[in-house]
């Protein structure tokens, strides 16, 4: 039987395990595409399945990886077919289904978008989930009404990936981006991104109050706790936060007042189980809106064989903006 590389979890009675290690073709799991993957990137969902942090892996062995791009080898699905480019994002990969950090994936075909015109896969996978969840938030924004002429829009957790995208692309779009964050010397790369303003975390950090001044119309929030409470209570009247992460933590310690008092909402972002609609239009506005020069300057590239040991300084944030991992080291990097 054909093996391939692949980052393998597996988990014994000392616990969880990750190895890079040769995997049998025959153990895939169930798909109508098998892909060869060129490349994958580094999540912080990934930094929690490939350290144990959290139990975000349902099922062992596991290969991480919550996303990925490729070529169709073979296909059982009438929209794909062998040569056809196709990016995926979501849908329990990584977690419940083997993931992309390996030289082959089989999925559903329904899983797939295919690569939009105009990004290499390389560029697919600098933006990643990441900036596919930030596209997502964008989106949501628009659809509750908001503009740049309302007011600032807020980035919290401004130097990860998904907030690296969301400011760039907000500030494409036309808005006063306030970037939120808690490494003082990223500052210069959040204002080269299209940051105005740059807001340290601790302004956001402390015990949430049930109103404060209002700052922005908007926000894209990639953090959760006490500075999603905080980032509420700042939000103007009519204003809306897009909530897509927890890098702070899952509670909420707010109030109704944002709410009842300054009509604000809290708009909630799923990025893994998104139907196919919202999701290619999410990519094709990425595809047309997003500065590539930006992107470059916000993507780092390491081989397969480093993807392991960058887990752990992922989940501490010592990861600045986006990580792409090259599966196929004969695959092109732009």
Same mark, same amino acid.
């Given at each position: 039987?054909?093996?391939?590389?692949?980052?393998?979890?597996?988990?014994?009675?000392?616990?969880?395990?990750?190895?890079? #290690?040769?995997?049998?073709?025959?153990?895939?799991?169930?798909?109508?595409?098998?892909?060869?993957?060129?490349?994958?990137?580094?999540?912080?969902?990934?930094?929690?399945?490939?350290?144990?942090?959290?139990?975000?892996?349902? #099922?062992?062995?596991?290969?991480?990886? %919550?996303?990925?791009?490729?070529?169709?080898?073979?296909?059982?699905?009438?929209?794909?077919?062998?040569?056809?480019?196709?990016?995926?994002?979501?849908?329990?990969?990584?977690?419940?289904?083997?993931?992309?950090?390996?030289?082959?994936?089989?999925?559903?075909?329904?899983?797939?978008?295919?690569?939009?015109?105009?990004?290499?896969?390389?560029?697919?996978?600098?933006?990643?989930?990441?900036?596919?969840?930030?596209?997502?938030?964008?989106?949501?924004?628009?659809?509750?009404?908001?503009?740049?002429?309302?007011?600032?829009?807020?980035?919290?957790?401004?130097?990860?990936?998904?907030?690296?995208?969301?400011?760039?692309?907000?500030?494409?779009?036309?808005?006063?981006?306030?970037?939120?964050?808690?490494?003082?010397?990223?500052?210069?790369?959040?204002?080269?991104?299209?940051?105005?303003?740059?807001?340290?975390?601790?302004?956001?950090?402390?015990?949430?109050?049930?109103?404060?001044?209002?700052?922005?119309?908007?926000?894209?929030?990639?953090?959760?706790?006490?500075?999603?409470?905080?980032?509420?209570?700042?939000?103007?009247?009519?204003?809306?936060?897009?909530?897509?992460?927890?890098?702070?933590?899952?509670?909420?310690?707010?109030?109704?007042?944002?709410?009842?008092?300054?009509?604000?909402?809290?708009?909630? %972002?799923?990025?893994?189980?998104?139907?196919?609609?919202?999701?290619?239009?999410?990519?094709?506005?990425?595809?047309?809106?997003?500065?590539?020069?930006?992107?470059?300057?916000?993507?780092?590239?390491?081989?397969?064989?480093?993807?392991?040991?960058?887990?752990?300084?992922?989940?501490?944030?010592?990861?600045?903006?986006?990580?792409?991992?090259?599966?196929?080291?004969?695959?092109?990097?732009?």
């Amino acid at each position: 039987m054909a093996t391939f590389r692949a980052w393998v979890i597996e988990k014994g009675e000392a616990g969880q395990s990750l190895a890079l #290690r040769d995997f049998d073709e025959a153990d895939l799991m169930d798909g109508d595409v098998t892909v060869r993957v060129s490349h994958s990137g580094l999540n912080y969902k990934d930094g929690l399945a490939m350290t144990g942090k959290m139990p975000v892996v349902r #099922r062992f062995p596991m290969i991480p990886g %919550i996303d990925f791009a490729g070529t169709v080898e073979a296909s059982a699905h009438p929209d794909y077919k062998a040569g056809d480019a196709v990016v995926l994002t979501g849908w329990g990969v990584g977690e419940t289904h083997l993931g992309g950090l390996a030289e082959r994936a089989r999925v559903r075909g329904d899983w797939l978008v295919p690569l939009p015109d105009g990004l290499s896969p390389a560029e697919a996978m600098a933006i990643g989930t990441a900036g596919y969840t930030a596209m997502l938030s964008v989106l949501a924004l628009e659809r509750h009404g908001l503009t740049p002429g309302d007011g600032p829009a807020l980035v919290t957790g401004a130097s990860g990936g998904v907030g690296s995208v969301a400011v760039a692309l907000l500030k494409r779009a036309g808005w006063h981006v306030i970037a939120a964050t808690g490494r003082s010397g990223e500052a210069e790369y959040l204002k080269g991104l299209g940051a105005a303003e740059i807001l340290e975390r601790e302004a956001l950090a402390g015990e949430p109050r049930p109103l404060a001044k209002e700052r922005w119309a908007a926000g894209i929030d990639a953090v959760g706790g006490k500075v999603l409470a905080n980032a509420l209570a700042m939000t103007k009247s009519g204003g809306a936060i897009a909530a897509c992460g927890n890098a702070g933590g899952m509670d909420l310690p707010s109030s109704v007042a944002p709410f009842i008092l300054r009509g604000v909402s809290l708009l909630g %972002i799923n990025s893994v189980t998104t139907p196919q609609e919202p999701r290619r239009e999410a990519w094709a506005r990425l595809a047309r809106d997003l500065d590539r020069g930006g992107l470059a300057a916000m993507t780092r590239t390491v081989s397969l064989d480093e993807a392991g040991g960058l887990a752990k300084t992922l989940l501490e944030g010592q990861v600045r903006g986006r990580t792409v991992v090259v599966i196929d080291g004969t695959a092109p990097q732009a």
